[in-house]
Each structure stands twice: as C-alpha cells, then as structure tokens.
C-alpha cells in the first residue's frame, strides 16, 4: 500500500482540489456556490473640500487628508448566478462574520437546502461561533444548511469573491470617504448596477489542470513495504 508523507503541500493540495471540484460543478439552484471574502477599508477625510470641475477642467482634489478609522466590506458572490451582496460594516469580528452568514441563509437564499461556501481560513470563518450571536435552536437550524469549503494558505486566487472585491476597489473605491453610511451608498449601488448585467464567472480551471501546471508542489506517494 501507499500513504503520502503529512507536509504542508498535501494539505494545500488537498484543499485545493475541493475548492476547484466544487467550483467546475454546474449551476444548481438548490445548491448554490457562494464564495466569501473581506477586506479592510481606510476611511478618510478630506482637509479641504475638492474644487469642482468646470468646462475643460477636472476636479481638483488635495492630497491632504485625515484618518477616520477603518471599517470592513463583505462580499458574497454567486459566480454561476451573475449574484453578488456587498456590505461594508464597522468590524469583521466572528459575531459580524456569524451576523452576515445569518443575513446570506435567511434573507438571499431563504428556501435552499444547502449552501456551499466558499471562503479563506481566518479564524473568524468558524460555525461555532454562530452560538456566540443567536440561540443554540437558531444556530442548528443554519448549521444544517451551511456547508463550507475553505481555500488553502496562500490560495485565495481560489476564491471567486476575490476578484469582486478587486472589481469593487478598482470601479467603486477610488475616492477617499469619511463615514460608514456613505461608503454603502456607491457600494449597494455597484451591487445593483452589476447583479441587473448578471456578471458571472466562467470558471475554466479544473482539478486536472491544477495537477499539470502546479505539479511541483503535488506530493510524492511513498510506498511502504
């Protein structure tokens, strides 16, 4: 028989291939694959107030600016859906995480049996904690229907999420904001602007490819007498 040795790439591998499986399944509607992720976002100020354009001129702004904290933006994301939420809350501790879990079952997928999810392994991304926020008879009733699949150590270019994040930051944030309830105002409205054109995701790379192109990190079976 063979085993093979417990280093770090077999973990990652192993991670890897059930993340690209799920992510190569076609769409089910009863099933749906949402993937998740976070970010930090630095709130910021404005010392003087931007000159306004004019006819053959640009907004001028200064480059002075002061700090106002920070906050984080969740994004849930349906690649196969063309589906994506954005929230951006004040903190991305385990009972915001279990809040916004909460929000995603009940509210935007409320009559499936199951959803799978797809997101990194930070501390935070842990049912258990959904017992930190709502009663135990709550909390059973979303475990059951959650299912997640987290991306390996420095494999987050698995997660679809990701990329959205990356799309809201270039289109979305480029402009310094100051308080809360005005960074969601652009944010809901990227949300609707892109969930009405469905921009899903086609994904292509599959656990074979993964195999080709990453072998190098692929174990090596080790056979044993």
């Known amino acids: 028989m063979w085993c093979i040795p417990p280093k770090q790439n077999s973990a990652f591998v192993a991670a890897m291939e059930d993340v690209l499986d799920l992510c190569t399944q076609p769409f089910d509607a009863n099933f749906p694959t949402i993937c998740m992720d976070e970010k930090p976002y630095q709130l910021l100020k404005d010392i003087r107030p931007p000159l306004p354009s004019k006819a ?33 809350g004040e903190r991305r501790t385990k009972v915001d995480w279990a809040y916004e879990i909460k929000e995603l079952l009940i ?55 990701e990329f959205e994040l990356s799309v809201l930051s270039r289109q979305c944030l480029g402009r310094g904001i100051d308080r809360l309830d005005v960074l969601n105002e652009p944010v809901f409205a990227w949300e609707r602007e892109r969930n009405a054109s469905q921009r899903g995701v086609d994904w292509q790379f599959t656990t074979a490819d993964a195999r080709i192109k990453l072998k190098r990190i692929c174990p090596t079976p080790h056979f044993i007498q």
């Open 56 to 88: 053959g001129s640009v907004e001028k702004v200064d480059n002075e600016y002061k700090r106002e904290g920070t906050c984080s933006i969740f994004m849930f994301n349906e690649p196969l859906g063309g589906w994506r939420h954005v929230h951006a």
């Open 107 to 161: 509210t935007h997928y409320p009559d499936v049996p199951k959803v799978r999810l797809v997101c990194d392994n930070l501390n935070t991304h842990v049912v258990s904690f959904l017992y930190e926020a709502f009663s135990a008879v709550e909390v059973r009733g979303l475990a059951e229907r959650l299912e997640i699949y987290y991306t390996p150590k420095y494999g987050s270019w698995l997660n679809v999420a």
